[in-house]
């Protein structure tokens, strides 16, 4: 504890506090919108395209189309390089999940696709991610 006998010790005390206590309320309003945005993509459980959180981005003041989207994600090692599919990491964290689709070919028997989806978790990990790389 600072020696409160000293006028000018607790003066800057108080400074350094007050200084500290302004500095964490400015982060808190920084990160406000990023706090909003996170909490709705965890409570809203749904798994998006990859097109959608590149729209997301965009709103969120990131230029960042589909494709360069996807360069990032295959850059980190989530997406693998000639596909649009999740590497084992990618699953592994949670970030996507693989939906099947039933779909007909005409004059061909019923097929299956698959879409790669980004998991609400995904959303919030690919968003801060990008903040923090691109905001540098």
Same mark, same amino acid.
């Given at each position: 504890?600072?020696?409160?006998?000293?006028?000018? %010790?607790?003066?800057?005390?108080?400074?350094?506090? +007050?200084?500290?206590? &302004? &500095?964490?309320?400015?982060?808190?309003?920084? @990160?406000?919108?990023? *706090?909003?945005?996170?909490?709705?993509? &965890?409570?809203?459980?749904?798994? %998006?395209?990859?097109?959608? *959180?590149?729209? *997301?981005? /965009?709103?969120?003041?990131?230029?960042?189309?589909?494709?360069?989207? +996807?360069?990032?994600?295959?850059?980190?090692?989530?997406?693998?390089?000639?596909? /649009?599919? $999740? /590497? @084992?990491?990618?699953?592994?964290?949670? +970030?996507?999940?693989?939906?099947?689709?039933?779909?007909?070919? $005409?004059?061909?028997?019923?097929?299956?696709?698959?879409? /790669?989806? %980004?998991?609400?978790?995904? @959303? *919030? +990990?690919? %968003?801060?991610?990008?903040?923090?790389? &691109?905001?540098?």
């Amino acid at each position: 504890l600072p020696d409160f006998n000293n006028p000018a %010790v607790a003066a800057r005390a108080w400074a350094d506090e +007050y200084e500290g206590r &302004l &500095l964490a309320e400015t982060k808190l309003i920084e @990160q406000e919108p990023k *706090v909003k945005f996170a909490e709705k993509c &965890l409570k809203s459980k749904k798994n %998006v395209l990859i097109r959608e *959180v590149a729209k *997301v981005l /965009t709103d969120e003041g990131f230029n960042i189309g589909q494709n360069r989207l +996807y360069n990032l994600l295959r850059e980190w090692g989530l997406i693998m390089k000639n596909s /649009t599919e $999740p /590497t @084992q990491k990618g699953m592994n964290s949670g +970030y996507f999940a693989v939906e099947e689709r039933l779909f007909s070919k $005409p004059n061909e028997e019923d097929c299956i696709g698959f879409t /790669t989806k %980004v998991t609400p978790k995904g @959303q *919030v +990990y690919i %968003v801060n991610r990008i903040d923090k790389e &691109l905001r540098k």
